[in-house]
């Protein structure tokens, strides 16, 4: 098994570009979640799935659109890109809402 | 509102001595998970436990051990005879259950560990 993949690795955008940033898993995880690191900040939940076709907010989805049309995929979006959302990302899914999670490798923005 | 709290950002400590890292939380709910995660300077999460709000008996795996007590809200974490490798940021996160069912997870800010040979 793969695990969760995140691509890409590294982005460089410039402000108001879009783009969206990839999350596969292969574990047939019900639960998928988006979360922002910020030094200092920890990891902030941006949006989550608990299932194909249902979708709800975290602590800082503005700016951010997610789907979730299979049980695999999980992609997140931003639809006009700002300095703010620097950051690098992270996708994690769990079995159940309540279990442990498993994080993909993260991926590096930058918008400038 | 959910709410973890790890209100240590660094430490620093020789190898062998042992160190406690503090999480506290707060949650309206009756039935909640926590959980703590390490960042290792490579950069992934790793999970390292998981306990539920009706089991406060404390875990010992190998050096590490973890002490929730329900009625200070807190989950500590303890490593025993550090060693150099536990050099990480470690997460302190909540779990408990929204209105539409799902669960949803916060994490604190983390505190980064510095075990110096």
């Known amino acids: 098994n793969a695990g969760v993949t995140q691509t890409p690795k590294f982005q460089v955008l410039k402000t108001g570009q879009s783009m969206t940033l990839q999350c596969a898993q292969d574990m047939n995880h019900e639960y998928m979640s988006w979360y922002r690191q910020d030094p200092g900040m920890g990891l902030r939940l941006i949006h989550y799935s608990v299932g194909a076709g249902i979708t709800d907010q975290g602590e800082v989805p503005n700016g951010y659109n997610v789907s979730r049309s299979t049980t695999e995929d999980f992609p997140l979006r931003l639809l006009s890109a700002a300095p703010s959302q620097t950051s690098v990302y992270f996708c994690?899914?769990?079995?159940?809402?309540?279990?442990?999670?498993?994080f993909g490798p993260g991926t590096r923005l930058t918008v400038t | 509102a959910q709410k973890v709290t790890q209100a240590q950002t660094e430490i620093s400590v020789v190898e062998k001595e042992d160190v406690t890292l503090d999480c506290v939380y707060e949650t309206r709910d009756t039935t909640y998970y926590l959980f703590w995660y390490k960042q290792p300077p490579s950069g992934e999460l790793v999970f390292l436990i998981r306990r539920n709000s009706f089991d406060e008996q404390n875990e010992i795996s190998g050096r590490y051990s973890w002490n929730f007590q329900k009625s200070t809200s807190s989950f500590n974490f303890t490593i025993t005879a550090s060693q150099v490798v536990d050099s990480a940021v470690y997460f302190c996160?909540?779990?408990?259950?929204?209105?539409?069912?799902?669960?949803?997870?916060?994490f604190g800010a983390g505190t980064r560990l510095f075990v110096k040979a």
């Open positions: 996160a909540l779990s408990e259950v929204e209105n539409t069912g799902g669960f949803k997870t916060i």
């Open positions: 994690a899914s769990s079995p159940r809402g309540a279990s442990e999670q498993y």
